[in-house]
């Protein structure tokens, strides 16, 4: 097996703004696993917010690649358990492990879906982000994509009007993303207003381990919680049963389509909702996470949608939300 790793500087359509950050490009890695004249992709995108840039992967993923294409596994889940034994990032074994994925669906002639035995007659529609920007320009970027289901990114001193202002314009379903902005009292008291507005959730509205204050957004709040920046990897799905209502799942923060096959399998066992977000990834990173889509409840895959240009073609979001899952095995990627 042979490894390759490629910088890509993802152009975005807007300037994203979430409540502690801003940027119009997105770097991002792209790794490929050739073998026996198939190619599997996998990518991680660079995030600020946990230290991983382009730079950090690509070095990781460098330093242990003699090992990495002289492991002989048979399985995705093989060399995943081998990844983790060499202490990578889980952004590094991520992207390694979505190309794994991918090559090995290839290999197969099967899309992912198939070999995991869910079936895609039914699934959820991903939801379209709006990012903190000026009301007039965040209802603009509403308008310019009609959508049956906003993300809305709050954490300003406005939260509430924005919300009122974009309700005056869409019947779409909304769900509130704080990224970790608000205190507890203040989600107890946007609840309410919010669930009159067409809000169907709140994504991780309190600071990560702020555990204490969860425990009362829990047991006061009227909307139910999504924890996102507190549900990490593996271990913190069931530090979330008691505090969220579910969990959105990364695959770079938890480290690729293995440890989240499990995770969803975890949360379902312990009654939470599961959803599956993304990190402004291009059709690399979003063809394998529609690959899960059969089992999820909520789905944030927007990511190559938010791109002025993407580097790949794979599973194709058509208006209004449905999926075109491509023909080939794996997730289906190919790059342009
Ligand atoms: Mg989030």
């Avoid at 975005?12 to 979430?18: A, E, N, S, V, Y």
């Avoid at 789905?299 to 190559?304: I, L």
Wanted: one cysteine or more.
């Amino acid at each position: 097996m042979k490894i390759s790793c490629k910088k890509y500087i993802l152009p975005l359509r807007h300037t994203f703004t979430i409540s502690r950050e801003s940027h119009d490009f997105q770097d991002s890695i792209v790794v490929s696993l050739e073998k026996d004249g198939k190619i599997g992709y996998g990518e991680a995108t660079a995030n600020n917010y946990y230290g991983v840039t382009f730079e950090s992967m690509s070095a990781e993923i460098k330093e242990n690649q003699v090992a990495i294409e002289q492991f002989n596994w048979k399985t995705p889940e093989e060399l995943h358990a081998f990844l983790c034994s060499l202490s990578l990032s889980s952004f590094a074994i991520c992207a390694l492990d979505l190309a794994a994925h991918d090559l090995y669906g290839k290999m197969l002639g099967k899309p992912l879906h198939e070999i995991w035995g869910t079936s895609k007659e039914t699934y959820p529609i991903t939801n379209y982000t709006i990012g903190i920007d000026t009301i007039e320009k965040m209802v603009k970027k509403m308008e310019e994509t009609p959508w049956p289901i906003y993300k809305i990114k709050l954490g300003t001193d406005k939260d509430v009007a924005i919300v009122e202002a974009l309700r005056e314009k869409t019947d779409a379903k909304f769900r509130i993303d704080a990224n970790c902005a608000w205190t507890a009292a203040q989600t107890i008291e946007y609840a309410p207003l919010l669930k009159k507005l067409g809000v169907e959730f709140i994504e991780q509205p309190l600071k990560a381990d702020n555990w204490e204050g969860m425990k009362k957004v829990k047991e006061a709040s009227v909307l139910p919680t999504i924890a996102d920046e507190s549900c990490i990897v593996e271990s913190d799905v069931a530090k979330c049963a008691g505090y969220f209502d579910g969990i959105n799942i990364k695959l770079t923060k938890c480290g690729g389509l293995t440890p989240a096959l499990r995770m969803i399998r975890e949360a379902k066992s312990l009654g939470l909702k599961v959803m599956v977000g993304c990190m402004t990834e291009s059709s690399v990173g979003i063809s394998a996470i529609a690959q899960l889509l059969p089992q999820l409840d909520y789905v944030d895959m927007d990511g190559a949608m938010l791109l002025s240009k993407d580097i790949a073609k794979g599973v194709i979001i058509h208006k209004g939300g449905k999926v075109e899952f491509p023909q080939l095995g794996g997730s289906g990627v190919e790059m342009l």
